[in-house]
Structure formats: structure tokens, C-alpha cells
């Protein structure tokens, strides 16, 4: 596994949770497994990681990247990684301190709300970078290298060979929107729901 590519999907989940956990949640209820890898698909985060500098050089052969444009590309992604890696470690310390003000005895609703107020500064700033990222990588690419990267993009949302689902399900459940929501389906739903969330193959 390409440990920045790893860090890059890690990045988009993280940040599409806290961005669409509700959406999530319903899809989940209405569509299953199913309904939340589509709606995962449509998230512009997911499509920029899908066409970034590390998916792009992950498929320079199918893409016929020259040497310049794998160094251009290499540039990029280094740039890009210290800002994702930090991002990432922000996003959890939120995580840690909204548990901390929720989880207790006392609910602590001012800390709660100015948590969520710096995680979404923080989702609109690492949304936007990496939309640039992706721009950027578009501008390297030529016409027919930028149609084959978005085509090969689906393998990486199926996450083929990448953390597999119940890896994804269990980074998800971190984000405190996501815990919240799942303590409540189980609640409606009873036990059995959430064991066919985790095991979609049983029935």
C-alpha cells in the first residue's frame, strides 16, 4: 500500500465524515452499504483525492507520464503532504475534545459548539486545498492523461487493495457526529441493525 495515498483517503474520510455524517446516516438507513459508497462518490473531497498528484503518479504507466511531468507531479505531492498530515492530527485532537465535553456525565455544549465551529473552519480550508491540489494536478496532465486518470479514479473509490470496508466503518464510527449517529440507529434498529452494517453479507 502507498503509505501517502493511504494518508490521502484517510484525510478525505475523516473530513467527508464530519461534513456529511447525517446524509450519511439516512443513506445508510434507506440504501444500505450501497447508498453510502454513492454518496461517497459524489463527495468533491473524494473526487480530488481520486485525481490528485499521489493517484496520478500511482498510474504514471497507465497514464504515460513523462520524467517531467513525474518530477512536477512528486513536487506536488510533497508539498501537499505536510499540509494533509497535519490536518489529520487537528481533526482527531477535535475528535478527542468533543468525546471529552460529551461523553461524560455533563454534556458541555459551549466546548461541544466551539468544537464543531473550528472543525468546520478546518474542513472548509482542507476542501479547498484540496481542490487546488487537484486543479493543479490537472494542469500537468494533458487532455487524454486527465480522461484516463478521472476513469481510473473508480478503482480507487472501490478502494480496491486500500483499507477495505470495515476499515473505512471503523475510521468512520471515530468521528463523534458518526458515534452519535450509529448509538441511535442501534437504539431504532435494535443490535441486529448494527451487526448487518458491519456484516452487510449476513442477513
Known amino acids: 500500500m502507498n503509505r501517502k495515498i493511504f494518508g490521502a483517503f484517510a484525510l478525505a474520510l475523516v ?21 453510502m459508497m454513492s454518496m461517497m462518490r459524489d463527495c468533491p473531497m473524494m473526487g480530488a483525492m481520486a485525481q490528485g498528484p499521489d493517484a496520478a503518479l500511482k498510474h504514471r504507466q497507465e497514464l504515460g507520464l513523462t520524467a517531467a511531468q513525474v518530477q ?31 461523553d461524560g456525565d455533563q454534556f458541555d455544549e459551549p466546548a461541544v459548539r466551539a468544537a464543531f465551529e473550528r472543525m468546520g473552519a478546518l474542513h472548509t480550508e482542507m476542501g479547498v486545498s484540496m ?5 493543479q494536478t490537472r494542469q500537468i496532465l494533458n487532455a487524454d492523461q486527465r480522461a484516463k486518470l478521472q476513469e481510473l479514479g473508480g478503482g480507487m473509490m472501490g478502494m480496491h487493495g486500500m483499507m477495505g470496508m470495515h476499515g473505512m466503518m471503523g475510521m468512520m464510527e471515530n468521528c463523534p457526529m458518526m458515534r452519535g449517529g450509529m448509538m441511535g440507529g442501534r ?15 449476513q442477513r
Open 15 to 35: 473530513l467527508m465524515a464530519g461534513v456529511f455524517a447525517t446524509r450519511a446516516l439516512y443513506a445508510q438507513a434507506r440504501g444500505g452499504m450501497g447508498g
Open 72 to 102: 512536477r507531479l512528486e513536487s506536488l505531492a510533497q508539498e501537499a503532504s505536510p499540509a494533509s498530515r497535519q490536518a489529520m492530527e487537528r481533526m482527531q485532537a477535535l475528535h478527542r475534545e468533543i468525546r471529552q465535553a460529551s
Open 131 to 135: 481542490l487546488r491540489t487537484q486543479h
Open 187 to 201: 437504539m431504532m434498529h435494535g443490535d441486529s441493525g448494527a451487526h448487518r452494517m458491519h456484516h452487510p453479507e
